[in-house]
């Protein structure tokens, strides 16, 4: 069975420039998560979709940063202008939200952002 | 205090011993744990998941919760090189879909 495909797997840009993240969740999942990683922080939740719709944004570090998920199979993670201290390793995973039980997360490989 | 510590690591152990990795929490509401492996510039691949208390086992990986103390541990036997990974807990109570992840402990295996 294929798992959360992410894309690109790096990307290397330069500030103010935008960046769109892409990300196809394990097909039957209904929910989406968008973390960050870095070395300081751990992995930090940016975003969560529930059925496309988000729920919780509150970790978006700033309004340039959005995130949509347009159908079950589909979800961006848009930065636009982007900074030099946007440079991490942004995750996507999914799992399948069922009523009384937290199932688990299932992670992709990332794309490892670089803004110059 | 942070919600969940886990010791950073490097833990360094030859080829064949037993490893043992541990997370403390606070927050009594926690139900779920996992551990996820994850090897350089991979994303994290769910290797435990467990509910409440108890054992787990699964080849050669046993996850173990202790409530009573809010401690986690996932032991490793007979350990290879290609367990050389980092390896982060992750815990969540009912209802909610937060996970909160330790940082993460780096674990070398010796050939």
């Known amino acids: 069975d294929a798992g959360v495909i992410q894309s690109p797997r790096h990307e290397v840009t330069e500030m103010g420039q935008e960046v769109t993240l892409r990300c196809k969740p394990i097909?039957?999942?209904?929910?989406l998560f968008w973390y960050r990683q870095t070395m300081m922080r751990g992995l930090e939740l940016l975003i969560y979709?529930?059925?496309?719709?988000?729920?919780?944004d509150s970790g978006m570090p700033e309004d340039r940063f959005s995130a949509k998920m347009p159908n079950a199979s589909f979800s961006t993670l848009k930065i636009q202008p982007s900074e030099p201290r946007d440079s991490a390793v942004y995750f996507c995973?999914?799992?399948?939200?069922?009523?009384?039980?937290?199932?688990?997360?299932?992670f992709g490989d990332g794309t490892r952002l670089s803004i110059l | 205090q942070k919600e969940v510590e886990q010791d950073p690591g490097p833990l360094s152990v030859p080829e064949g011993a037993i490893v043992s990795l541990n997370c403390t929490y606070s927050?009594?509401?926690?139900?779920?744990f996992m551990w996820y492996r994850q090897y350089s510039r991979k994303g994290p691949e769910l290797l435990m998941y467990?509910?409440?208390?108890g054992n787990k086992e699964d080849g050669r990986f046993t996850a173990q919760v202790d409530k009573s103390s809010k401690y986690i541990s996932l032991f490793i036997r007979d350990s290879q090189p290609s367990d050389s990974a980092t390896y982060l807990c992750?815990?969540?109570?009912?209802?909610?879909?937060?996970?909160?992840f330790g940082t993460g402990t780096r674990l070398k295996v010796l050939a």
């Open positions: 467990t509910y409440s208390s």
């Open positions: 927050n009594s509401a926690f139900q779920y």
């Open positions: 979709f529930n059925n496309n719709v988000p729920i919780d």
């Open positions: 992750a815990m969540s109570a009912p209802g909610t879909y937060k996970y909160i």
């Open positions: 995973a999914s799992s399948l939200f069922v009523p009384g039980s937290n199932q688990p997360q299932h």
């Open positions: 097909s039957g999942h209904n929910s």
